[in-house]
């Protein structure tokens, strides 16, 4: 019997649980294997020969060389693991960052120096009648790749 989870009416978010663990447990096992620098030079020296030695989805390996951490993350990745993608690729977590809502770095910093992003729309489902999800960015219209 499937658990009721409430907390993932929340638009524009993906919550990572138990259930997303186990969907991006290669991807994220993949993430993790670039903390040793021989194995950041076999995959830069040749991506999908690298991605191609991990059992993950097609889906998984493509959102990967794509570097869109959007579908990254549906695909089951975490984002403390991505950022070892990034990282491999000289890019700061804020880059990563910017690149996930559409913005510029520089827009991305500036953004979180004031406060961050507005909480207006950012509710569950329902709640106050207040969500938007239309507010909330969406994978298909960011630019991948950091």
Partial sequence: MPLNKPYLDVPGTTIFDADESRKGYWLNQFCMSLMKAENRERFKADERRYLDEWPMTEAQKEAVLARDLNRCIAQGGNIYFLAKLG???????????GSMTGMTEDEYRDMMIKGGRSAEGNRVVGEDGSAQVHR???GSALKPGF
């Fill in 87 to 97: 990282a491999t690729h000289g890019k700061s977590f804020q880059q990563m960052a």
């Fill in 136 to 138: 909330q960015p969406q």
